[in-house]
């Protein structure tokens, strides 16, 4: 979908700055943003929210999770473009049982080093525990093997959603 | 040639041989506070001292109480993740009887001072060398005391109780007629009260944050909500974001570059040319980017290096093979020895270039005044050296460059450079724009893995005999590399021939064997180095043990055993080796399909063995299942946080000995993102188990000695699964 809107943008030679209406935890934000322009440089430059962070820019890291419409994806590869009507929610506006849950259970267990991937780690996790509340060591392997962590929490990560499942089923 | 910062002198001085020994100094604040701080100084000059009329300004303090009360704590010490912030917060409440809970800490810069890492003799402040908390265990915690003195003076002032009365305890004064404070009642009093020229710091047994396992970091709630704030969040009115375009061959320069396209993309302000590349200067990062794809440059690559990773290897291998030039040990006779030995095991290793690729790529803010004064915000590693780089850049004195030192995602090393990188190129396009804005440099992971400052290739030729009853009588190694500190403001550590970082943990082995000869060969190649987390043993500690291992089969003996048998009984490597090999069960048959290895280094003071259970996957792959690791790291003041380190060291090292590695082709760099320099993922990380031993003694590293032993732990254990030595790294392409 992104590669074949790109393209079709860049058959018109020129276009009109247009603004942009894009619902980010819940707030409409008008934004002056070509559609190509990653939703990561959105929310970042123009609509001034920093808890989304910039790592690899292709979609290898994860840093830069966000969900739509509830749904993680990675924001340096979405574009303007493409978002629509649908609703952004970055970190700071990540709410409700399970992601109180694994943010608590975060600081419970000290998993952040540097923390500079942990907005995109908080963002899958709670994403897989809405989705699976049980989940095995491979279940949350395979949901957040997109997530780098060059201090390698991976450990804590790991233990850290086992954690927060506990508590939700409590 | 590097560019000398104006203040290079001092760090040519920089020998760890000042005292250690300092005065305390205390100063109302701005505002009507307290600040508490500590001078290094001779000897001589050490005496306890309170500037009258002093204020903050005048010196850099360590703690500093606002009269809300609220307590924050300066770091000497930079944070990248490692909890350096949180270790000397840790020894500054203990002593001050402050609440943790409302703990701040913010780093500070551009005062050695009070600054200067001991661990440099006091004469650089940098984060390095995995040395924070060593550098910080005394004075931080007689800052802290000294500061609970001062509050007690004035409380008992204040109240006209007998000072020995008054009980502190999280954050509150009290008496026990019933008065008691805050700390922010009696800041302002108390800095008037003169600072104790000596403080009694509390015994372990009334110890009620260090050492205890329950203790949380400060920092975790705010790195879990997205409210800390790294340089890449740094926004200053009118600010510009800059990225730059770097030659694609280590040693070019700008030729000519065509900036018109680009100067049509929406956005863009500017293109520049700096001594370090172009620079396309947007409102935005986007544009920016969008921009910097528009522009064409033509690089002068006359004397650019131009190699490529084959032609390095073959050339690596054939120097290894020649004499060296340069020893760093010889003990006894070694081909003497050998001539005589009943076995003798060869191996030549090839180590490969490592990008750190943190998470957060480099970045630095830059803004000039109306005074003339530049502020430089940043992840300054190396906060006197970026100061002087800076000055010059901007023609105005160090002392006119504020650094604000920003937290950091990740570094393992990278931030710590020589010649500034992102931090100079921030001031240059600042200047170059004539000042005009703020300017934010942001490096995308494409510039941050391009850019170079790579852990060095290196060739290890080894040689060992074993005598005819199985003990090992020669040791052998010859290392050839780039040199890290060869012409930089460190190449005064590079004596005869020999950088340390080389061959450090090869040329120190801790096993009795009387001949050894370890040779170096340092080789120019225009390809930038630099440290990387755990240094030299991020490859002699695998040349060592993976050695070690190959003695113990020729010997017919147990891994564990053998090393034991060769170390000193008592020492700190015998008792970590069998702390973990007990707790690993060693010596028991382990599971079926799991191979184990195990490798002991010792790396900024402290000691770690490392157990590795690995099974073979169906596709000839590995998973490493579990790791137990003993470690002796002194005295450790957060448990968690050694742990954490321990953990996150593995997951460090195991991910560059499994599959990370930069190559060149005709001197260009293979690698650019994450799809192809691959950093350990989740679905990889062992279950790690990290065993402490108790210590009195003062604490030494901990945010890179987990590293070293994980690689040859695991090759040991592939090893016994497939009966191949490992030869190259990564192990798994």
């Not at chain 1, 929310?43 to 840093?63: H, N, P, S, Y």
């Not at chain 2, 030299?536 to 034991?564: I, K, S, W, Y």
Request: net charge negative; hydrophobic share 40%; glycine share 10%.
């Amino acid at each position: 979908m992104s590669g074949a809107f790109r393209w079709a943008l860049l058959q018109l030679e020129t276009w009109d700055i247009t603004m942009v209406t894009l619902t980010i935890n819940g707030t409409a934000h008008e934004v002056d943003a070509e559609p190509d322009m990653p939703l990561l440089w959105a929310i970042r430059d123009l609509v001034g929210l920093t808890g989304t962070k910039f790592g690899c820019g292709m979609a290898q890291c994860g840093a830069c999770t966000v969900h739509l419409d509830g749904s993680p994806v990675r924001s340096c590869q979405t574009f303007v473009g493409d978002v629509g009507e649908a609703k952004i929610t970055t970190i700071e506006g990540l709410t409700g049982k399970v992601a109180e849950t694994v943010k608590a259970v975060w600081t419970d267990l000290d998993v952040p080093q540097c923390g500079y991937c942990q907005s995109g780690q908080i963002m899958s996790a709670t994403d897989l525990l809405t989705n699976n509340p049980k989940p095995t060591d491979e279940d949350i392997d395979g949901a957040m093997a997109g997530n780098l962590c060059r201090c390698a929490t991976y450990h804590r990560i790991r233990a850290g959603i086992h954690e927060a499942a506990k508590r939700l089923e409590a | 040639m590097f560019t000398k910062p104006a203040n290079y002198s001092r760090f040519r001085a920089a020998q760890p041989s000042v005292s250690r020994r300092g005065f305390l100094i205390g100063a109302l604040a701005a505002g009507g506070g307290l600040a508490v701080g500590f001078h290094l100084l001779p000897a001589s000059e050490a005496q306890a001292s309170t500037s009258a009329d002093g204020t903050a300004s005048q010196f850099t303090p360590y703690v500093m109480i606002d009269p809300s009360g609220k307590v924050t704590v300066l770091s000497s010490q930079f944070e990248m993740g490692q909890g350096s912030y949180n270790g000397i917060a840790t020894l500054v409440v203990e002593e001050l009887d402050a609440d943790w809970s409302t703990i701040e800490v913010i780093g500070a810069a551009g005062d050695v001072k009070s600054l200067g890492n001991l661990a440099f003799g006091g004469a650089l402040q940098a984060t390095g060398g995995s040395t924070s908390m060593f550098t910080s265990w005394e004075r931080y915690r007689q800052a802290g005391a000294a500061t609970r003195a001062m509050l007690v003076s004035a409380a008992a002032e204040q109240w006209d109780v007998p000072a020995s009365e008054i009980k502190v305890e999280n954050g509150v004064l009290s008496h026990a007629s019933g008065k008691q404070g805050g700390f922010g009642e009696f800041a302002a009093t108390a800095a008037k009260m003169p600072v104790p020229a000596n403080v009694t710091l509390k015994t372990p047994t009334d110890w009620k944050l260090i050492g205890k396992e329950d203790l949380k970091r400060f920092d975790s709630a705010r790195k879990t909500n997205g409210t800390e704030s790294y340089t890449l969040d740094v926004k200053l009115p009118g600010m510009l974001t800059a990225v730059m375009i770097h030659p694609p061959l280590f040693g070019a320069k700008v030729k000519s570059f065509d900036a018109k396209a680009a100067r049509e993309v929406a956005g863009v302000v500017d293109v520049l040319e700096t001594p370090r590349g172009v620079a396309v200067v947007a409102e935005h990062m986007w544009a920016a980017m969008k921009g910097r794809d528009a522009v064409t440059v033509e690089w002068d690559d006359s004397t650019a290096e131009k190699r490529g990773t084959a032609e390095l290897s073959t050339l690596y291998n054939d120097l290894a093979s020649k004499p060296a030039p340069a020893f760093a040990r010889k003990d006894g006779d070694v081909d003497a020895s050998i001539k005589t030995a009943a076995k003798v095991v060869e191996a030549t290793l090839e180590f490969p270039y490592l990008s750190h690729a943190p998470m957060e790529p480099l970045n630095a803010v830059a803004r000039r005044n109306e005074d003339g004064t530049v502020e430089i915000w940043g992840g300054h590693q190396f906060p006197d050296v970026y100061q002087g780089l800076a000055a010059q850049i901007a023609e105005v004195t160090p002392d006119k460059v504020k650094l604000h030192v920003m937290k950091t995602g990740g570094s393992f090393g990278r931030r710590a450079v020589f010649d500034g990188d992102v931090v100079v190129e921030a001031v240059y396009v600042a200047k170059a724009i004539g000042y005009r804005a703020p300017v934010k440099v942001q490096w995308t992971r494409e510039d941050d893995m391009r850019a170079g400052r790579y852990r060095p290739m290196y060739v290890h030729k080894l040689k060992a005999a074993l005598d005819a009853d199985g003990k090992p009588i020669a040791f052998e190694d010859h290392v050839v590399g780039q040199s890290i500190m060869a012409k930089t403001m460190f190449e005064g550590m590079v004596k005869d021939g020999v950088d340390p970082t080389s061959v450090e943990g090869i040329s120190n082995i801790p096993y009795s064997i009387p001949n050894q000869k370890i040779g170096l060969t340092t080789v120019d190649v225009g390809v930038p180095v630099l440290w990387w987390r755990s240094v030299g043993h991020t490859h002699t500690a695998f040349a060592a043990e993976t050695m070690m291992d190959e003695l113990a089969e020729a010997a017919g003996q147990d891994p564990v055993e053998f090393r034991l048998s060769l170390l000193e009984p008592g020492s700190r490597h015998a008792a970590v080796l069998k702390l973990a090999a007990e707790k690993a069960d060693w010596g028991k048959p382990s599971a079926e399909g799991i191979f184990r290895g195990v490798a002991v280094a010792e790396s900024f003071g402290t000691v770690v063995a490392e157990i590795a259970d690995v099974s073979l996957k169906p596709d000839g792959g590995f998973k490493v299942e579990r790791v137990v690791a003993a470690v002796d790291c002194g005295l450790a003041i957060n448990p968690d946080q050694v742990r954490a380190q321990i953990e996150g060291g593995i997951g460090f090292g195991l991910g560059a000995i499994s599959a990370e590695k930069i190559t060149l082709t005709n001197g260009e760099v293979d690698q650019g993102n994450y799809d192809t320099y691959t950093p350990l993922r989740i679905d990889a990380m062992p279950k790690v188990e990290v065993h402490i031993v108790p210590s009195a003694n003062p604490p030494s590293g901990i945010g890179e000695p987990g590293v070293p032993p994980i690689g040859p732990a695991v090759a040991n254990a592939l090893y016994k699964a497939r009966g191949q030595r490992i030869r190259t790294l990564p192990f798994q392409v």
